[in-house]
């Protein structure tokens, strides 16, 4: 059986004796190892043998009939930041990588999916230090958007190998992280389904930080309803039945306030049918400025938030073994050495204000939608020419997904268009707290888009 479909999808055909799980981490292992594959970019280091045995006693228990959890024999991915005990993490860093020591533990979120009876393929590839949202690695490689292969597009960042690892069939979901999109932009490149849970849903102890502020983990997958597992795993909480909420009624608020600008010619078209469908659907959709997101604008000419906390994270790092950095990545941490702690302690100041002023403006709405990117994932080879073009680009991209971050919410991203067009997201904003009705909201819009 082929690592595709979704994960309670693939429960059933294990229960039935459909297939097992040796065979699913087997078959993912194929589609790893293929020569001509893209796994030597996808994954930085593999787990085969301790895959193997973990799916071999997960098939011995389900015969035996001994409960399991909800993931039992399922191989997904974990990008390189999360700890797993024995193993180093590295963060997509070589240099990292030669000195690191073996985890003395799991990260908590990886013990409760281990826990859950997940199968974890290896780490996955990913910007270095988690540093942008264009997914380029010059030390382990960049493997590209499943779209327009042979041109060669970014395959979004920083949760890079992650997205790839679920697009090209080697995992059923995989683990990542999101600060600035980095969960739901890598997702939105390869046409698959992402969530950013409210800030301080999951524990991240264990994860190599890089905004303490703004760091969140979530899972990039097939389907909303793959997403809701993972999320709810890694928040130690039961998993609900998904509720398929009628879009008739529902209110909706279409963010025109940044999120709207300098759109893709093909990014508009796909945001605008689909919304069209979702108006079909019943729902009400009202176009919205808020003010308040503009708070986005006066944070970057200050800098960021996550730059003064990279910087604290990485400054002995970087003093040490920079020369041996991607030099996109040192560079943007090295000029975060300039801001102030005056400035710093003034973003804050205004990411809380940008906050409070934003609810006010949308809590009477289901859910806020925007396109996830505003622009189709860009070529690889004009960025790694130009610097200018680099750093322009990359902050295009992350930023739609980015004003989601520092408004601390939960959203999603779905695949929005046909198949064989350009790959663009649907990003659904839910309030802070409301990660459960987010899901429900996102499951149903994307339900009602699929059965056009």
């Given at each position: 059986m082929a690592v595709s479909g979704t994960i309670a999808a693939t429960q059933k055909a294990l229960q039935s004796g459909e297939t097992s799980s040796v065979e699913l981490v087997s078959t993912a292992f194929n589609e790893i190892e293929k020569e001509?594959?893209?796994?030597?970019?996808?994954f930085v280091r593999t787990f085969k043998n301790v895959a193997i045995t973990q799916a071999a006693a997960s098939d011995a228990m389900r015969k035996m009939g001994v409960p399991q959890g909800p993931l039992a024999g399922i191989p997904i991915s974990i990008k390189d930041l999360f700890d797993i005990e024995g193993v180093i993490t590295s963060g997509g860093s070589k240099e990292l990588a030669a000195i690191a020591k073996p985890a003395k533990a799991d990260a908590t979120v990886i013990s409760r999916l281990r826990a859950a009876g997940a199968i974890f393929l290896g780490h996955t590839n990913m910007t270095e230090f988690a540093y942008s949202g264009l997914g380029i690695n010059p030390h382990f490689g960049t493997p590209p958007s499943v779209w327009d292969r042979e041109t060669g597009h970014v395959p979004g960042g920083s949760s890079s190998g992650g997205a790839l690892s679920v697009a090209e069939n080697m995992a059923f979901a995989a683990l990542g992280s999101d600060t600035g999109g980095s969960v739901r932009i890598p997702a939105a490149f390869n046409r698959l389904y992402g969530f950013k849970p409210t800030t301080g849903r999951h524990p991240l102890d264990g994860v190599l930080p890089l905004s303490t502020t703004l760091d969140t983990a979530g899972p990039i997958a097939r389907s909303i309803d793959c997403c809701r597992i993972i999320d709810h795993?890694?928040?130690?909480?039961?998993?609900?039945?998904?509720?398929?909420?009628?879009?008739?009624?529902?209110?909706?608020g279409i963010l025109e306030t940044i999120a709207l600008d300098g759109l893709d010619v093909e990014v508009?078209?796909?945001?605008?049918?689909?919304?069209?469908?979702i108006s079909k659907a019943g729902a009400r959709l009202e176009r919205i400025k808020v003010d308040a997101i503009n708070i986005f604008n006066d944070i970057g000419r200050q800098g960021s938030i996550a730059g003064p906390e990279a910087y604290h994270t990485h400054r002995m790092f970087l003093f040490e073994h920079g020369k041996g950095m991607d030099p996109r990545v040192a560079s943007r941490i090295e000029a975060a050495a300039m801001i102030t702690a005056a400035d710093y302690i003034d973003m804050l100041r205004l990411q809380k204000e940008m906050q409070e002023r934003t609810h006010l403006a949308t809590r009477n709405y289901d859910a806020v939608l925007m396109p996830t990117v505003?622009?189709?994932p860009p070529e690889i080879q004009p960025l790694l020419e130009s610097e200018e073009s680099y750093r322009e680009t990359n902050l295009?991209?992350?930023?739609n997904t980015s004003i989601v971050n520092l408004l601390g919410r939960p959203a999603a991203t779905i695949p929005v268009g046909p198949d064989s067009a350009a790959p663009v997201g649907l990003m659904i904003m839910g309030e802070s707290g409301q990660d459960e009705r987010l899901l429900n909201i996102s499951e149903s819009i994307d339900s009602c888009l699929r059965q056009q």
């Open positions: 001509d594959g893209n796994g030597g970019t996808i795993v890694m928040a130690g909480l039961p998993i609900p039945d998904a509720e398929i909420l009628p879009l008739n009624g529902l209110r909706f508009a078209g796909a945001f605008v049918r689909a919304l069209e469908v505003a622009v189709l295009k991209v992350l930023r």
